[in-house]
């Protein structure tokens, strides 16, 4: 039996798109009550993940697409992501906090994914995020300077 509460919608390549599907899962994230601060969490993480599909997944390859699947319940947001690239190994990526790597534009939204996320996993090599945000997570905590 299909789950009637699991969303799918394919775009093509184009960030037009890519911002009409967010906004459509934010709307109902909102209308879900889930808070001012869990709304940006997901905000942020799905537009990286979205844009790493259309940018570095598809190559911006306006015939690829890319799917998102999601589920909004009462205690999480669930979105899945997945795009036609060839895949990537995310441990591969290099920590952008690292010195060596301040000045480098890769890697940056797979930290905050993860940051502002409950869970963040890749799978199918790398091709689908998915992406777990439960009512009950805070936001992390910036680092102290003392």
């Known amino acids: 039996m299909p789950d009637s509460s699991l969303k799918q919608i394919v775009i093509h390549s184009n960030l037009t798109d890519a911002w009409n599907v967010q906004q459509q ?5 909102k209308a879900a009550g889930f808070s001012d601060n869990a709304q940006f969490a997901i905000r942020l993480a799905l537009d990286e993940a979205l844009n790493n599909a259309i940018s570095h ?5 306006p015939d690829k697409t890319v799917t998102v699947d999601y589920r909004i319940t009462d ?9 036609q690239g060839t895949g990537f190994e995310p441990e591969q990526v290099p920590d952008p906090t690292l010195d060596e790597f301040l000045e480098r534009p890769h890697g940056r939204g797979i930290m905050l994914m993860r940051a502002y996320m409950t869970q963040v996993a890749f799978e199918n090599k790398g091709k ?3 992406l777990v945000k439960t009512r009950s997570c805070p936001l992390p905590v910036a680092p102290s300077n003392a």
């Open 128 to 130: 689908t995020v998915s």
């Open 57 to 61: 997944g598809n190559q911006k390859v």
């Open 25 to 29: 899962i934010m709307d109902e994230v």
């Open 75 to 83: 205690d999480e947001v669930r979105i899945h992501v997945t795009d």
